[in-house]
């Protein structure tokens, strides 16, 4: 089945809690949106180039879709500085 992406977000940036763990998703508008709701989102195709994995310990989370492009993995993306979100 075919999905239009067309108008589906995608993620710039990522936010890592204290323990390096990313907690929560830049999306291109600027959006930060939390770890349960880009999961929601990318249920609904509403974000490109990723789809949800669930954990060993039964947690839902993001993964990249593969490609030959390392640099948009979510591990590489930028890190959004915590300061920078309370700005927005």
Request: no cysteine; hydrophobic share 40%.
């Amino acid at each position: 089945m075919y999905i239009d992406q067309t108008f589906a977000h995608t993620i710039v940036g990522v936010v890592r809690d204290e323990q390096g763990e990313i907690a929560a998703y830049k999306l291109e508008n600027g959006e930060i949106v939390s770890k349960e709701e880009a999961v929601t989102l990318a249920k609904q195709s509403a974000i490109k180039g990723v789809s949800v994995g669930v954990s060993k310990l039964g947690e839902e989370f993001l993964k990249s879709l593969p490609d030959n492009d390392i640099n948009n993995n979510l591990q590489n993306l930028p890190v959004v500085e915590r300061e920078d979100i309370n700005k927005q």
